[in-house]
């Protein structure tokens, strides 16, 4: 028996999803200036480009997500019986690739020209008549990619938590890698203009192995969701507690032998079933009900759970 809820939030936690899109348009439009401002400054510095290039990898998880919250909060119909909340796996997949994909090809790049003996250097701009060290300029651009980028992820994190919402997540992790690769990327910069041309290629090349790690764990996890492994926390680093949780209340029910709980995501709920050996007892079908009115009450996450009854399990 199943009774599936067709609302995305309860009600306490709509003004907190409404909260995660306004972030997100506001780091979409704050990311699109970084890469404009990084693109213009842009010199032979490699740790620059690989900060440059990762912010532009970095549009598409805020981008996955708006787009993922226009069609998650339609109904299910004919041709998707489930709706379509898988679409948030999709976006995480799709920007968990590209972040593997860009990490491994900055890193090979860092690598060759590390090799290679290139020597970077950063020229003279002329401000109002006055010849300034691009430098300067580019150290500027940095700091703007640094300091917004500390609040915004700082803010994503307990909603991406709260929500259960790993693209959000994905995007305060990728807000971070952000900000250390601007600090990163100034160390380079520093190290061109006192003439230590390797550091800025080694200091690249650690930063695409950090990015390489983070969109390899984030591959990974993004393939196990869609392969149905038990649900995880949004950090990915234990299983989610509420299959536990449902297993203790069913159980601890008078009229049930055995049961065996199997949950899977679908994007930010989870659907499942409880595979139920029931004791014999009056008005089963009452008391399946019952249950699942209750297993309901576990978590707001549960969107559609099914009770079976089989001879064992």
Request: net charge neutral; charged share 25%.
């Amino acid at each position: 028996m199943s009774e599936e809820k067709h609302e995305e939030f309860p009600e306490h936690l709509k003004p907190l999803f409404d909260r995660a899109k306004k972030l997100e348009r506001i780091t979409l439009v704050y990311i699109i200036s970084v890469v404009i401002l990084m693109f213009i400054v842009m010199v032979q510095s490699q740790a620059m480009k690989t900060a440059w290039a990762e912010d532009t990898i970095g549009l598409v998880s805020p981008a996955s997500f708006l787009i993922a919250s226009l069609w998650v909060p339609k109904k299910p119909n004919r041709q998707f019986p489930y709706g379509y909340h898988r679409i948030t796996n999709i976006a995480y997949l799709a920007g968990s690739l590209a972040f593997f994909l860009m990490g491994a090809y900055l890193l090979f790049e860092s690598i060759s020209k590390l090799l290679s003996g290139e020597r970077p250097s950063i020229g003279i701009a002329n401000i109002f008549g006055m010849p300034v060290w691009s430098g300067y300029l580019i150290m500027l651009v940095l700091l703007w990619s640094v300091i917004p980028a500390v609040i915004l992820g700082k803010k994503k994190l307990p909603i991406a938590d709260e929500l259960h919402e790993k693209v959000l997540y994905t995007d305060a992790e990728t807000n971070k890698a952000d900000w250390m690769m601007g600090l990163a990327a100034l160390a380079g910069i520093i190290g061109i203009g006192v003439g230590w041309y390797w550091a800025d290629s080694v200091i690249a090349g650690l930063l695409s192995i950090d990015i390489l790690h983070d969109g390899f764990k984030n591959l990974k996890q993004a393939t196990f969701d869609l392969m149905n492994e038990t649900p995880k926390t949004v950090s990915h680093r234990e299983e989610d507690p509420v299959t536990q949780q449902l297993h203790d209340l069913l159980a601890g029910l008078d009229w049930i032998k055995e049961v065996k709980v199997r949950l899977r995501e679908e994007g930010r709920v989870f659907y499942g079933e409880a595979l139920i050996v029931p004791k014999e007892v009056p008005d089963l079908v009452t008391k399946i009900k019952e249950a699942t009115t209750k297993a309901y009450g576990v978590d707001w996450r549960i969107k559609d759970f099914v009770l079976g009854i089989v001879e064992k399990v």
